[in-house]
């Protein structure tokens, strides 16, 4: 388990402070059910799939590896990326989700979160990460710019791809 040690919090929702570690978990029985009902607004529906898709594809799917993100113990997101060579190159990493529910966001827990990823993914061998938005998406655009990630161009699905080589 990873921990950053400041969460950015620019407040306090929830009962999470401003100080929270922030710390990603394996999702399992005791909080899949938890994880699935972490809500979005309205206008971000269109912009991800599920939670309980993203469970159901890493249930089928072995090298997914679906991750709760929580802010001391208060689950306040999901993530989830595939392992190196699911992209066809056996360095790469590719993060399908990353969300973090509607009463917490706009406190920098995305921010967090990503860097704890992108720190997990390193200490499994990545050393490229890719992943997909929906251009639409400002906030996921701005947050991948500001991580580091440059768009590579759109998917077949319409979707935007963007990379970051982790050093």
């Known amino acids: 388990m990873r921990r950053h040690p400041r969460a ?3 407040g306090m929702r929830k009962g999470v402070s401003i100080n929270a570690a922030l710390t990603l978990r394996p999702v399992c029985a005791a909080n899949a059910e938890a994880v699935i009902r972490l809500p979005l607004h309205a206008a971000q529906r269109d912009f991800i799939a599920s939670n309980a898709d993203s469970l159901a594809l890493a249930t089928s799917h072995a090298y997914m ?3 709760a993100i929580y802010a001391d113990d208060e689950l306040i ?3 989830m990326y595939a392992l190196p060579g699911s992209a066809g190159r056996q360095d790469t990493h590719v993060l399908y989700r990353l969300m973090i529910a ?7 827990f995305a921010r967090a979160a990503l860097a704890l990823l992108l720190a997990e993914m390193r200490s499994r061998g ?3 990460v890719v992943l997909y938005y929906v251009p639409a998406n400002a906030r ?3 947050l991948y710019a500001d991580a580091g ?3 590579t161009g759109l998917d077949g699905d319409g979707e935007m791809m963007a990379e970051r080589l982790l050093s």
């Not at 009463?103 to 920098?108: I, K, N």
């Open 149 to 151: 990630f440059v768009e």
């Open 140 to 142: 996921a655009r701005q």
């Open 8 to 10: 950015l919090a620019a």
């Open 102 to 108: 509607a009463p917490w966001q706009g406190q920098g």
């Open 77 to 79: 997101g999901f993530a």
């Open 65 to 67: 590896h679906p991750r």
């Open 126 to 128: 990545a050393s490229r």
